[in-house]
């Protein structure tokens, strides 16, 4: 495993987060490489790469417990997802420019692209808004917004606490009622 343990990725095919565990090693060019994992977050193996079809869904060279991956093909059933509806950066990864204009010190997590109908686009929240906090918890990392909104429900309301730039005033609350990855 190239990290300890599981983390979020953007999918711009999606357009939502993925929870994907990073694989270091080599495989043939043009496959995609990556666990399976069941709903408990087990690894049950990992693939080299991935075909899609209109029929089914195509492995090469998969390594695992062929049950539980037969398990997982035939149920294909997908749970339902909580979703703020935005892109998310951390704080640092900004440009000097752009922190600048936010009160020093400060960390949190960027909305750098709210859908536009999405749950923080509803809540008023912008391109530049900075989470601060999830129901009360100091977020810092993408990660940790991810897995806060994640243990939630579509349709449960959450309380971001968001600093905006440039505003003279501090932190807001704002209540945000999550919306279901499509």
């Known amino acids: 495993m190239a990290l300890a343990g599981p983390t979020y990725c953007y999918s711009p095919g999606t ?7 990073y694989v270091a090693g080599t495989s043939p060019k043009g ?12 690894v049950l193996g990992v693939q080299s790469g991935y075909l899609n079809s209109a029929k089914a869904p195509a ?11 037969r398990t997982l093909l ?3 059933t997908s ?14 990864t900004q440009p000097k420019g752009f922190i ?13 692209a709210p859908d536009k109908d999405g749950p923080v686009a509803r809540a008023g929240l912008t391109t530049e808004s900075l989470i601060l906090a999830i129901d009360g918890e100091p977020v810092v990392y ?7 909104v994640r243990a939630k429900k579509p349709g449960d309301v959450v309380t971001l606490r968001i600093q905006d730039p440039d505003k ?15």
């Open 100 to 112: 600048k204009r936010m009160p020093a010190g400060i960390e949190g997590v960027i909305t750098v």
């Open 168 to 182: 003279k005033t501090g932190p807001r609350d704002v209540s945000v009622t999550l919306g279901k990855v499509k």
């Open 15 to 21: 357009g939502c987060y993925v929870r994907c565990f």
């Open 142 to 148: 993408v990660d940790d917004v991810l897995n806060a």
């Open 74 to 76: 035939d149920t294909q």
């Open 79 to 92: 749970p339902e997802v909580a979703t703020l509806g935005t892109r998310l950066d951390e704080l640092w």
């Open 31 to 42: 496959t995609s490489g990556g666990c399976w994992v069941d709903r408990s977050g087990r």
């Open 59 to 69: 492995m090469i060279a998969n390594v695992g417990m062929p049950d539980a991956i």
